[in-house]
Protein backbone atom coordinates (compact mmCIF):
# COMPACT_ATOMS: atom_id res chain seq x y z
CA UNK A 1 0.00 0.00 0.00
CA UNK A 2 0.75 3.66 -0.53
CA UNK A 3 -0.08 6.45 1.40
CA UNK A 4 -0.09 10.54 0.56
CA UNK A 5 -0.55 12.95 2.92
CA UNK A 6 -0.99 16.81 2.35
CA UNK A 7 -0.27 19.82 4.24
CA UNK A 8 0.25 23.51 4.18
CA UNK A 9 -3.61 24.36 3.43
CA UNK A 10 -5.14 26.94 5.08
CA UNK A 11 -6.72 30.69 4.80
CA UNK A 12 -4.87 33.46 2.96
CA UNK A 13 -5.69 36.90 2.12
CA UNK A 14 -5.57 37.74 -1.91
CA UNK A 15 -2.91 38.00 -3.07
CA UNK A 16 -1.06 36.04 -0.47
CA UNK A 17 1.16 32.57 -0.49
CA UNK A 18 0.79 29.07 0.68
CA UNK A 19 2.86 26.28 0.40
CA UNK A 20 1.85 22.58 0.02
CA UNK A 21 3.53 19.76 0.33
CA UNK A 22 2.66 16.37 0.24
CA UNK A 23 4.71 12.64 1.21
CA UNK A 24 4.41 9.58 -0.33
CA UNK A 25 5.11 6.68 2.00
CA UNK A 26 4.89 2.82 1.11
CA UNK A 27 5.69 -0.11 -0.80
CA UNK A 28 7.38 2.40 -3.23
CA UNK A 29 9.72 1.04 -5.88
CA UNK A 30 9.76 4.25 -8.26
CA UNK A 31 7.43 7.26 -8.48
CA UNK A 32 6.98 8.77 -12.15
CA UNK A 33 4.45 11.83 -12.46
CA UNK A 34 3.24 13.47 -9.52
CA UNK A 35 1.11 16.56 -9.55
CA UNK A 36 -1.47 18.82 -8.15
CA UNK A 37 -5.16 18.74 -8.75
CA UNK A 38 -8.07 20.86 -6.98
CA UNK A 39 -11.96 21.25 -6.52
CA UNK A 40 -14.22 23.92 -5.66
CA UNK A 41 -17.47 23.27 -4.49
CA UNK A 42 -19.87 22.55 -7.23
CA UNK A 43 -17.12 22.15 -9.85
CA UNK A 44 -15.13 19.42 -11.14
CA UNK A 45 -12.05 18.04 -9.76
CA UNK A 46 -9.04 19.95 -12.18
CA UNK A 47 -5.72 19.73 -13.13
CA UNK A 48 -3.08 22.72 -10.92
CA UNK A 49 0.33 21.39 -12.10
CA UNK A 50 2.16 17.91 -13.05
CA UNK A 51 6.05 16.96 -12.82
CA UNK A 52 7.76 13.90 -14.69
CA UNK A 53 10.70 12.15 -13.37
CA UNK A 54 12.58 14.21 -16.47
CA UNK A 55 11.70 17.55 -14.51
CA UNK A 56 9.41 18.65 -16.91
CA UNK A 57 6.13 20.80 -15.65
CA UNK A 58 2.60 21.44 -17.02
CA UNK A 59 0.12 23.97 -15.21
CA UNK A 60 -2.81 25.17 -15.97
CA UNK A 61 -3.44 28.45 -17.69
CA UNK A 62 -4.76 29.49 -14.48
CA UNK A 63 -1.94 29.30 -12.36
CA UNK A 64 0.52 29.53 -14.57
CA UNK A 65 3.40 32.12 -13.87
CA UNK A 66 2.18 32.34 -10.50
CA UNK A 67 2.63 28.49 -8.70
CA UNK A 68 5.44 26.80 -8.87
CA UNK A 69 5.76 22.53 -9.09
CA UNK A 70 8.30 21.08 -7.45
CA UNK A 71 9.59 17.30 -6.65
CA UNK A 72 12.43 15.67 -4.56
CA UNK A 73 12.85 12.26 -5.08
CA UNK A 74 15.16 11.20 -2.52
CA UNK A 75 11.94 12.20 -0.22
CA UNK A 76 9.19 11.48 -1.92
CA UNK A 77 7.59 14.45 -1.76
CA UNK A 78 5.88 16.88 -4.15
CA UNK A 79 5.44 20.73 -3.52
CA UNK A 80 3.37 23.25 -4.73
CA UNK A 81 4.33 26.84 -4.08
CA UNK A 82 1.22 29.08 -4.69
CA UNK A 83 1.85 33.30 -4.63
CA UNK A 84 -0.35 35.91 -5.85
CA UNK A 85 -3.41 33.81 -4.45
CA UNK A 86 -6.84 34.84 -5.91
CA UNK A 87 -10.45 34.17 -4.69
CA UNK A 88 -11.16 31.97 -7.40
CA UNK A 89 -7.43 29.47 -6.56
CA UNK A 90 -10.22 28.46 -3.03
CA UNK A 91 -10.43 24.85 -3.02
CA UNK A 92 -9.61 21.43 -2.05
CA UNK A 93 -6.06 20.64 -3.32
CA UNK A 94 -4.97 16.95 -3.71
CA UNK A 95 -1.65 15.33 -4.43
CA UNK A 96 -1.38 12.24 -6.89
CA UNK A 97 1.30 10.26 -7.56
CA UNK A 98 1.55 7.74 -10.49
CA UNK A 99 3.60 5.09 -8.18
CA UNK A 100 5.90 1.82 -9.71
CA UNK A 101 5.33 -0.96 -6.83
CA UNK A 102 7.94 -3.79 -5.56
CA UNK A 103 6.08 -6.63 -7.69
CA UNK A 104 6.79 -9.15 -9.76
CA UNK A 105 6.48 -7.73 -12.90
CA UNK A 106 6.08 -4.08 -11.41
CA UNK A 107 2.90 -2.64 -11.17
CA UNK A 108 2.04 1.01 -11.99
CA UNK A 109 -1.02 2.67 -9.96
CA UNK A 110 -2.33 6.46 -9.38
CA UNK A 111 -2.69 7.10 -5.88
CA UNK A 112 -4.69 10.11 -4.19
CA UNK A 113 -4.19 11.95 -1.34
CA UNK A 114 -6.66 13.07 0.86
CA UNK A 115 -6.86 16.52 0.43
CA UNK A 116 -6.21 20.01 2.07
CA UNK A 117 -8.78 22.88 1.92
CA UNK A 118 -7.05 26.26 0.55
CA UNK A 119 -9.66 29.50 0.95
CA UNK A 120 -8.22 32.81 -0.42
CA UNK A 121 -10.56 35.75 1.19
CA UNK A 122 -11.45 39.00 -0.37
Known amino acids: QVQLVESGGGLVQTGGSLRLSCVASGRIFRINDMGWYRQAPGKERELVATTTTGGGTNYADSVNGRFTISRDDAKNTVTLQMNSLKPEDTAVYYC????????????????WGQGTQVTVSS
Open 96 to 111: TAVVVQRTLPPTSYTY
